[in-house]
């Protein structure tokens, strides 16, 4: 059973900063793209932060310059500073497995919640 377990939500000041972790158990098929998406109460999930298995980093734009995200196998980390308001969301990490030479398929994980309040 391929699972993502995330770690790392919390409560935090705007200005603050939190780290989130994904370790994907993966059954040994091989990671492709890993990501981190968002989705705030009462609109649509998106994408946050995307790294490649050749580690190059995409960004949205709302978080350039506050946001990084890496990766270390089979594990991602999402990097999270100067935070505000708007970034409060449940933040989900996704993973695309290799299964076979002609299919990929995307595993999420639970989730977990960041809120920025003071």
């Known amino acids: 059973q391929v699972q993502l377990v995330e770690s790392g939500g919390g409560l935090v000041q705007p200005g603050g900063s939190l780290r989130l972790s994904c370790a994907v158990s993966?059954?040994?098929?091989?990671?492709?793209?890993m990501a981190w998406y968002r989705q705030a109460p009462g609109k649509q999930r998106e994408m946050v932060a995307l790294?490649?298995?050749?580690?190059s980093p995409h960004y949205a734009d709302s978080v350039k310059g506050r946001f990084t995200i890496s990766r270390d196998g089979a594990k991602v980390d999402l990097q999270m500073n100067s935070l505000k308001s708007e970034d409060t969301a449940v933040y989900y990490c996704?993973?695309?497995?290799?299964?076979?030479?002609?299919?990929?398929?995307?595993?999420w994980g639970q989730g977990t919640q960041v809120t920025v309040s003071s």
């Open positions: 996704n993973a695309l497995l290799v299964i076979t030479s002609t299919e990929v398929k995307a595993y």
């Open positions: 993966n059954r040994g098929f091989n990671i492709y793209n």
């Open positions: 790294i490649t298995s050749g580690g």
